[in-house]
């Protein structure tokens, strides 16, 4: 396995005949997904997309109880400015384009929660597995915000009545109802969900690959995409007052005292 460069690396990459195994690091943390994460799975899916001999992805997280737990909350508090907080959402949702956009088909293995970032990413995959004790999660609105990818998306994925539940009370759901609502193509029970991802993406390596990324590009052509809406929505959001109690309350772990303003 090698590890991405750093001293505390957000992602290592595997290689495995002709998958590329990517793994989000940092299990004490639920592979919280840092500042620095974002860039570093584009560096990532940039070289899996210029070696020839890649023909599948996997992204998985360490460990057995997070996939991602999303985005690094605390950090959140160092964007004080709209600059900032606008070219850190910009930062995130060309992550997530990248994943959409990339030629080569990638597989999320989740095995464990997959909350706020977690689940968006997961849900711009390809193709979503799922252990028995995935739950998913968009949890925004306890912190005054809104999944912005996932407001984006997660209507096509799982339909607008769906979504709507999931944004709105920002509860966890788990891998049977990710799976009868379409966030999940398939639960894994009878052995480790990353060994089913890559058996898939070795199957699928056997498929012509142009017909695999053309194939991708027209389902995902189909898809409206509303980027620059969810950037201004979520900018907005993150210098309400609301967003720095959400925040606060987090780290102090007790309820917010939400004032709408």
């Not at 639920?30 to 996997?58: G, P, S």
């Not at 997961?122 to 998913?136: E, G, M």
């Amino acid at each position: 396995m090698s590890a991405v460069a750093g001293n505390d690396p957000d992602l290592s990459v595997e290689h495995r005949g002709r998958v590329a195994i990517v793994t989000m690091l940092g299990e004490k943390r639920y592979n919280a997904q840092r500042r620095t994460f974002w860039k570093a799975l584009r560096d990532v899916l940039a070289q899996a997309e210029a070696d020839a001999n890649v023909a599948a992805i996997v992204i998985t997280g360490e460990g057995t109880k997070a996939f991602s737990a999303g985005g690094d909350i605390i950090g959140y508090k160092q964007l004080t400015t709209t600059d900032t907080r606008r070219d850190f959402i910009i930062d995130c949702m060309r992550t997530f384009e990248a994943v959409e956009t990339c030629t080569k088909p990638i597989i999320a293995a989740v095995n464990g929660v997959a909350a706020g970032g977690g689940c968006e990413l997961a849900s711009a995959c390809d193709i979503v597995l799922a252990a028995p004790n995935a739950k998913f999660a968009v949890p925004e609105a306890n912190l005054g915000l809104v999944p912005g990818f996932g407001v984006g998306r997660l209507a096509d994925v799982v339909g607008v009545g769906f979504a709507r539940y999931m944004v709105l009370t920002g509860e966890f759901v788990d891998a049977a109802t990710a799976l009868r609502v379409g966030l999940v193509q398939e639960v894994v029970t009878d052995g480790p969900v990353l060994d089913r991802a890559i058996a898939l993406a070795e199957k699928i390596a056997t498929k012509g690959p142009l017909a695999v990324s053309v194939g991708k590009a027209m389902v995902n052509r189909a898809l409206d995409s509303s980027y620059q809406a969810a950037v201004d929505a979520v900018v907005m959001l993150q210098g309400t007052n609301d967003a720095n109690e959400g925040i606060v309350a987090f780290e102090e772990r007790r309820p917010p005292r939400f004032t709408r303003s």
